[in-house]
């Protein structure tokens, strides 16, 4: 195995020290400029009618959709639309040059789970495409994926659910103006170091929480997109798991004007693998999320993950407004209850020998952020590893309220500049442990 000192990853690390330095003394934006381009789709138009498409409710319109979407890439490329209606379908495939267009009215409903195909042995996803360019989802309809019969299989060993909308290795993407509910695993999941030019906008994601009393679902992640140029702006999400989150091999994100409800957070990881630079979350709400903001990895996933920029952020009633550790796998019930986790056990969790895959996390900055905690909850969480301390944190103006302490824990050159932690009588607002830390007004 090939061995990364931690010197090396810390010099690698200095350039974003300096340009954190810069950002504070310029007010200049810390990250680099997300523009994205814009999906290219021809002027024509393909009515999933004309090819048979029923939107009743009860007919199955798999073989129909599909004829449409395959003539529109006969001839170049354009626009399928789906016309008012409730359209029954299975699996799916999208090519290059195509906007699956849904109009106002229209429901793209998935199979449910007895008659959709693979079931849970091997299911498709429902729409679907690698290596492609130039694709959309658009339109002011809904993808409903009637999910309720696939959560419970979330437990199950050896079962299988399919993603609502799952691409790979395309470039220039576009998912805009729909309404996307119920997946049975993933609302949207964009994957592949050499995804680029990704846009996300105006999109709203419905599934219950994962701790719903009547009806959770599981692992219905939102948004789940890594590569690199990828805008997410003006979405409303409320599901069961991760509102966002990327993995390795990503950077040049930008998150803007979203509203995210029931959910894990804004995420990074687990997988961090092949590093993850360049994040902006900026301007967005948080209310009953249970992260606001989460970077989760561990030892046998990790990489590289630095400049980060989380700015003008609000959050209502959070679990854990910040939650930043790299003990993700972690099995021992004391260092997987974080809320209560005390500086002695997290400085006590053991060190393991750098290597490949060991996390490091540097320049990362939480600025204009408030926050209000559910009961019992923590204010927030920074916990490096012992062999790779998390590096060069800067918070400023954080406003948060909470029963529990912030803690931080294995870190170097972390900077309170005018925050405020409010806790109870009696508790300090900051716990540390084997950390550099320094306050000021």
Not at 224 to 233: A, C, K, Y
Request: overall charge negative; glycine content about 10%; some cysteine.
């Amino acid at each position: 195995m090939e061995i990364i000192s931690p010197p090396a990853r810390l010099l690698r690390s200095t350039v974003s020290l300096l340009a954190v330095a810069a950002w504070l003394l310029t007010g200049a934006p810390l990250n680099a400029a997300v523009n994205p381009a814009e999906a290219r789709i021809p002027d024509k138009v393909f009515s999933i009618a004309n090819y048979g498409a029923v939107g009743d409710g009860a007919a199955t319109n798999t073989a129909a959709i599909q004829a449409a979407i395959d003539a529109c890439k006969s001839a170049g490329g354009g626009s399928v639309e789906v016309p008012s209606g409730v359209y029954l379908c299975g699996p799916l495939r999208l090519f290059s040059n195509v906007n699956l267009h849904l109009d106002d009215g229209a429901v793209l409903r998935m199979l449910p789970l007895d008659k959709y195909p693979g079931g849970t042995d091997n299911p498709e996803n429902f729409i679907s495409g690698a290596a492609l360019h130039d694709v959309a989802i658009s339109g002011k309809g809904t993808i409903d994926g009637q999910g309720a019969p696939w959560w419970p299989f979330a437990k199950t060993k050896g079962a299988h659910r399919p993603r609502m909308i799952a691409l790979k290795s395309c470039e220039r993407i576009l998912i805009e103006g729909v309404m996307l509910m119920n997946s049975p695993m993933f609302h949207i999941a964009i994957s592949g170091a050499d995804t680029s030019d990704v846009i996300v906008r105006g999109v709203t994601i419905r599934a219950p929480a994962s701790t719903d009393p009547v009806l959770p679902s599981h692992n219905t992640d939102a948004c789940d997109v890594s590569g690199h140029n990828i805008l997410i702006e003006d979405c409303d999400v409320s599901v069961g798991d991760d509102n966002f989150t990327c993995g390795g091999n990503t950077h040049d994100v930008l998150i803007t004007h979203c509203t995210y409800g029931y959910g894990h957070g804004v995420s990074i990881g687990s997988y961090t693998r092949g590093e993850v630079s360049n994040i902006t979350v900026t301007h967005c709400t948080f209310t009953n999320t249970e992260c606001g903001i989460r970077i989760k990895t561990d030892r046998d996933r990790g990489g590289h993950v630095h400049d980060m920029l989380y700015s003008d952020l609000k959050m209502t009633n959070v679990n854990f407004p910040i939650l930043v550790y790299a003990s993700y796998m972690a099995k021992e019930p004391e260092y997987r209850d974080l809320t209560n986790l005390s500086a002695a056990t997290a400085t006590a969790y053991p060190a393991a020998p750098v290597g490949k895959l060991t996390p490091f996390y540097s320049s990362i900055v939480f600025k204009n952020i408030s926050a209000t905690v559910a009961p019992g909850r923590r204010a927030g969480l920074i916990w490096g590893l012992p062999e790779a301390k998390a590096t060069n944190i800067l918070l400023q103006n954080v406003r948060i309220t909470a029963d529990k302490s912030f803690g931080v824990f294995n870190t170097q050159g972390v900077r309170l500049v005018d925050c405020q932690i409010t806790t109870p009588a009696g508790v300090n607002p900051i716990v540390t442990g084997n950390a550099q830390i320094s306050v000021s007004p």
